[in-house]
């Protein structure tokens, strides 16, 4: 099989691990970032606005795959579908919830609403044109019969290294902390941030770290900074940056009000934290309840005090839970078992 790989380039380092797992199981691959080879309206760049298509066409003659994989519906993908090759497209996050929430938000503005009317039209094309989707968990794989019932689809979980996590000293917290590591790019995942309130007034001795960013960290950063055991530490690189941070913090929390596989869960646990999380989406297929760390549901700072206080008073526990959950992520997420699960659901395409 010859596999070409269109990705996002937040995306490279993931689909790099995925593409060397591919060849050693006897795939041939080709990874490229989408936008060098597909581009056009309603790109950020205008120059792309009018660009030809002969980079990707070229880039399909020279290579000649059996397969086309996007993770993201954009122009790559729109040209992949008009080709005679089958088109599979991995979806990461709930697609319609995105558009609906971003519509309302975001692009909202007269000429915003041009843009994202215009993506939406290209991702509606995309779905449309593919030979099968892979959802990144169950619930989301729900998701997509509910919009294409009679489309091929399967779980494609995404896959991890545990090679990459390993402590590594260099940032030094304040003891007990909580860190989480959470994008606020999508209001309805950020707005939960908001739960850490009650919990910030209740456990004064304990420091919350977040990071990252995003347009709607000042929905939520204004607030939370209010409190003294609270920093926010914006975006860190990865994966050096992320790893000394996750070696350090005592408990690792993810607050969203949608996810679908986040990634940052699976890395937490890599790194032996015990872990609390939102009952939300695909979150509880990424961890085992009173096992790896515990569930809570949406704003419940009630729980999340209980389940903190649980793991602060009882250092085994804490431990046990953080073995616990490095193993359960090394038995079902590597890229091994990914990969060849990939191998196995996309065959029937190119036999």
Known sequence: MKLLIGGSSSKMFHLKEFSEMLEINNVETK?????????GFPSRKMSKWFSKDTKFKDLIEEFRPDLILVDRQRHFALEA????????????????????????????????????NKWDEIGEKCFQAADKILPICKHLEDVVKEHYPQKSSSVMYQGISSDNWYESEGMKLKHPCVGLVQGAVILEKTEQLLTL??????????????VGDGPYKENVLPILEKYDNFEWLGALEYPNKIREFLTEIDVYALLSGIDMAPLTLLEAQLMKKPVIATN???????????ENGFLIEKGDSEKLIEYLQIIFNDYEKAKTMGNSGRKFVEDNFSWEIIAKKFINDVKDLVN
């Open 197 to 210: 309130t009650k919990v910030l007034e209740k456990m004064p001795e304990t420091t919350f770290y977040w």
């Open 31 to 39: 990874l490229v970032l989408d936008v060098d080879y597909a581009d």
């Open 280 to 290: 939300v989406g695909g979150i509880p297929e990424l961890m085992k309840d009173k």
């Open 81 to 116: 579908s008009k080709m005679d090759i089958p088109l599979v497209i991995h979806l990461r996050g709930n697609y319609w919830k995105e558009m609906e929430m971003a519509k309302k938000t975001l692009y909202s503005s007269p000429p915003k609403k041009i843009a994202i």
